[in-house]
C-alpha cells in the first residue's frame, strides 16, 4: 500500500507515515531522549508491528530514525511487539516480545526476545530470552507480551502482562543476572484482575508505581473506556516477589490514552494517544495514532499526579472578567482562578462544530459530541454515547488548568489529573471562547517552540 502523508499534528510523535500504537523502550541514551513505537509503516491500520525510533533533545522536536526492529527473524516473524529499553555496559538494550505462527496448539506464540545496540539506532538480534521453558505451564504462551526491564541490586528484573489458562490478566515477575538467563519469581499481584487480559505493564522502582493497561475490563466510575489505564502506588517485596498495593486510581479520565510508558532514568510518561476498537480519521491523511505529550510523573500522598512536559516560548497572562475570545489551534493555555463559580470553556468552534469543557458538579465535563469527524468506538453507555468524559476537579480555593493543544487533540490536566481525547475538526474551526464566573480569573496561551 502507498500511503502519502499529508497532514501531521505539530509537536506530537506519530510515524513517518502509516500506523503507530503503544510508545516502547522509553530511555535517555548518549544524550538524547529515545522513543520508540508499535509501528506497521506499509498501511494506516494495525499490522505485522515494528518498531519505530524517534529522538529529542528537548521532549518537544523530534527527529526520525530508522526503524530499529523488523519482524523478519524465526521468533518475531508474525511481529515485534511492546517491550522496553536499559543501558547496560555502555549498550541500548531492548527487551521486547517476539510473535511467531506455532505448528500446533493455539496459532500464536508470543515470547520475550533481547536486541542490542552500540549507538542506539542499529540493533543486533538475541532471539528467545524468555521462553516456554521458563514460563508456568499454568499460563498461556500466545497471551504473553510487553516486558518491562530495570535492574535493582545487581539483578535484572522485569515485568510482563500474561494471561492464566482459562482464566484472567496476570502479572508476572522474572529475574536475570546477565539479561540473556531468566527465571520465573512469582505473579506480583497474586490475584486475578477482572479483565480478560493486561498490556504493557510499567513498573518504577524509584517512585513505587506500577502503571497497566486492562482490557475488557468491567465499568466503573471515572473509567468507561472498555480498555482502560491504572496507576498502582505501594511497594515490591523482591524476596516475596509480591507488589503490596495502597491505592489506585484512573491514568487518564479521556477517551484516548493506552499503554503509558514510563522513561528508564526519568520520571516522565508517555503513552498512546489513541484507543482501541475505535475508527481513527486521521488516516485519510496518512496517519493513524499518535502518542501523548511527555508527563511528568510524581506521587504524592499515595497519589499518581501529571503535569505536560512541552517547550513554550512564554506568553502574556490576561485577566478575564466575564468573557474573553480568542483564536487557537495549537499551543498550551493555563487557566488560573480563585473562587471558581462557574466556567464554560469552547474549543476549535467555527459556531456548527466547537469542542466544550465545563464545570458541573464539581467534575470537569468534556464533550466532542460536535467536533469534527465522528469518532466511534464500542462503549454503549449514555456519556460515550453522547461523546462525554468526566474528570474530578480539585474544588480548591485556586485552579489552575492547563490545556495543551495540537492539530487533533486535546489534553487537559488540574490538579495531577488528565483528560485526553483527539478530535478532528475543520480547519476554519480555530475560535475559542471562556465563560467564567470567579473572584479572580487569568489566561496565558503560549505557543509551542
Given at each position: 500500500?502507498?500511503?502519502?502523508?499529508?497532514?501531521?499534528?505539530?509537536?506530537?510523535?506519530?510515524?513517518?507515515?502509516?500506523?503507530?500504537?503503544?510508545?516502547?523502550?522509553?530511555?535517555?541514551?548518549?544524550?538524547?531522549?529515545?522513543?520508540?513505537?508499535?509501528?506497521?509503516?506499509?498501511?494506516?491500520?494495525?499490522?505485522?508491528?515494528?518498531?519505530?525510533?524517534?529522538?529529542?533533545?528537548?521532549?518537544?522536536?523530534?527527529?526520525?530514525?530508522?526503524?530499529?526492529?523488523?519482524?523478519?527473524?524465526?521468533?518475531?516473524?508474525?511481529?515485534?511487539?511492546?517491550?522496553?529499553?536499559?543501558?547496560?555496559?555502555?549498550?541500548?538494550?531492548?527487551?521486547?516480545?517476539?510473535?511467531?505462527?506455532?505448528?500446533?496448539?493455539?496459532?500464536?506464540?508470543?515470547?520475550?526476545c533481547l536486541a542490542e545496540s552500540e549507538d542506539g539506532i542499529t540493533f543486533k538480534k538475541h532471539g528467545i530470552v524468555i521462553g516456554e521453558d521458563v514460563l508456568p505451564s499454568e499460563y498461556e504462551p500466545w497471551n504473553f507480551r510487553d516486558p518491562k526491564v530495570w535492574r535493582y541490586n545487581d539483578?535484572?528484573?522485569?515485568?510482563?502482562?500474561?494471561?492464566?489458562?482459562?482464566?484472567?490478566?496476570?502479572?508476572?515477575?522474572?529475574?536475570?543476572?546477565?539479561?540473556?538467563?531468566?527465571?520465573?519469581?512469582?505473579?506480583?499481584?497474586?490475584?486475578?484482575?477482572?479483565?480478560?487480559?493486561?498490556?504493557?505493564?510499567?513498573?518504577?522502582?524509584?517512585?513505587?508505581?506500577?502503571?497497566?493497561?486492562?482490557?475488557?475490563?468491567?465499568?466503573?466510575?471515572?473509567?468507561?473506556?472498555?480498555?482502560?489505564?491504572?496507576?498502582?502506588?505501594?511497594?515490591?517485596?523482591?524476596?516475596?516477589?509480591?507488589?503490596?498495593?495502597?491505592?489506585?486510581?484512573?491514568?487518564?479520565?479521556?477517551?484516548?490514552?493506552?499503554?503509558?510508558?514510563?522513561?528508564?532514568?526519568?520520571?516522565?510518561?508517555?503513552?498512546?494517544?489513541?484507543?482501541?476498537?475505535?475508527?481513527?480519521?486521521?488516516?485519510?491523511?496518512?496517519?493513524?495514532?499518535?502518542?501523548?505529550?511527555?508527563?511528568?510523573?510524581?506521587?504524592?500522598?499515595?497519589?499518581?499526579?501529571?503535569?505536560?512536559?512541552?517547550?513554550?516560548?512564554?506568553?502574556?497572562?490576561?485577566?478575564?472578567?466575564?468573557?474573553?475570545?480568542?483564536?487557537?489551534?495549537?499551543?498550551?493555555?493555563?487557566?488560573?482562578?480563585?473562587?471558581?463559580?462557574?466556567?464554560?470553556?469552547?474549543?476549535?468552534?467555527?459556531?456548527?462544530?466547537?469542542?466544550?469543557?465545563?464545570?458541573?458538579?464539581?467534575?470537569?465535563?468534556?464533550?466532542?459530541?460536535?467536533?469534527?469527524?465522528?469518532?466511534?468506538?464500542?462503549?454503549?453507555?449514555?456519556?460515550?454515547?453522547?461523546?462525554?468524559?468526566?474528570?474530578?476537579?480539585?474544588?480548591?480555593?485556586?485552579?489552575?488548568?492547563?490545556?495543551?493543544?495540537?492539530?487533533?487533540?486535546?489534553?487537559?490536566?488540574?490538579?495531577?489529573?488528565?483528560?485526553?481525547?483527539?478530535?478532528?475538526?475543520?480547519?476554519?474551526?480555530?475560535?475559542?471562547?471562556?465563560?467564567?464566573?470567579?473572584?479572580?480569573?487569568?489566561?496565558?496561551?503560549?505557543?509551542?517552540?
Amino acid at each position: 500500500m502507498t500511503i502519502t502523508k499529508t497532514k501531521q499534528p505539530a509537536f506530537h510523535i506519530t510515524g513517518e507515515k502509516g500506523w503507530i500504537n503503544d510508545p516502547n523502550g522509553l530511555i535517555f541514551f548518549k544524550g538524547k531522549y529515545h522513543v520508540f513505537f508499535q509501528h506497521h509503516p506499509y498501511d494506516t491500520k494495525w499490522g505485522p508491528m515494528h518498531w519505530g525510533h524517534v529522538v529529542s533533545e528537548d521532549l518537544t522536536h523530534w527527529e526520525y530514525l530508522p526503524n530499529a526492529l523488523t519482524p523478519a527473524d524465526p521468533f518475531d516473524s508474525f511481529g515485534c511487539f511492546s517491550g522496553s529499553a536499559i543501558e547496560h555496559d555502555g549498550k541500548l538494550w531492548l527487551l521486547y516480545t517476539g510473535v511467531v505462527e506455532n505448528q500446533g496448539g493455539e496459532t500464536f506464540r508470543q515470547l520475550q526476545c533481547l536486541a542490542e545496540s552500540e549507538d542506539g539506532i542499529t540493533f543486533k538480534k538475541h532471539g528467545i530470552v524468555i521462553g516456554e521453558d521458563v514460563l508456568p505451564s499454568e499460563y498461556e504462551p500466545w497471551n504473553f507480551r510487553d516486558p518491562k526491564v530495570w535492574r535493582y541490586n545487581d539483578s535484572f528484573w522485569c515485568v510482563v502482562a500474561a494471561k492464566k489458562r482459562d482464566g484472567n490478566g496476570k502479572v508476572l515477575l522474572f529475574k536475570s543476572s546477565d539479561l540473556f538467563k531468566w527465571e520465573f519469581v512469582s505473579d506480583i499481584f497474586d490475584k486475578n484482575f477482572e479483565g480478560a487480559m493486561i498490556e504493557c505493564p510499567d513498573f518504577n522502582q524509584e517512585l513505587g508505581y506500577i502503571l497497566l493497561s486492562e482490557q475488557f475490563q468491567p465499568k466503573e466510575e471515572g473509567s468507561l473506556n472498555v480498555h482502560t489505564s491504572r496507576w498502582h502506588v505501594g511497594m515490591l517485596d523482591y524476596e516475596k516477589g509480591l507488589f503490596t498495593e495502597k491505592a489506585r486510581g484512573t491514568m487518564d479520565y479521556g477517551f484516548d490514552l493506552y499503554a503509558p510508558q514510563t522513561f528508564e532514568g526519568a520520571p516522565i510518561v508517555i503513552g498512546w494517544l489513541n484507543m482501541w476498537d475505535r475508527n481513527i480519521p486521521s488516516a485519510e491523511y496518512g496517519f493513524a495514532g499518535m502518542l501523548t505529550v511527555p508527563r511528568k510523573i510524581c506521587v504524592k500522598n499515595d497519589r499518581v499526579y501529571q503535569t505536560p512536559v512541552v517547550k513554550t516560548n512564554g506568553g502574556e497572562e490576561m485577566s478575564v472578567k466575564g468573557e474573553l475570545v480568542d483564536q487557537v489551534v495549537k499551543g498550551v493555555i493555563t487557566i488560573k482562578a480563585q473562587g471558581l463559580k462557574e466556567f464554560n470553556l469552547r474549543l476549535r468552534d467555527n459556531g456548527e462544530n466547537y469542542t466544550e469543557l465545563y464545570l458541573k458538579d464539581n467534575k470537569w465535563v468534556f464533550n466532542r459530541s460536535r467536533s469534527g469527524k465522528e469518532i466511534v468506538g464500542v462503549e454503549t453507555d449514555s456519556d460515550s454515547l453522547a461523546g462525554i468524559r468526566r474528570m474530578p476537579c480539585s474544588n480548591g480555593q485556586e485552579i489552575e488548568l492547563t490545556i495543551v493543544m495540537d492539530e487533533f487533540s486535546v489534553e487537559i490536566f488540574e490538579d495531577g489529573n488528565v483528560l485526553s481525547s483527539t478530535i478532528y475538526p475543520p480547519e476554519d474551526a480555530t475560535k475559542l471562547t471562556l465563560s467564567v464566573k470567579a473572584d479572580n480569573c487569568t489566561y496565558l496561551k503560549e505557543d509551542v517552540e
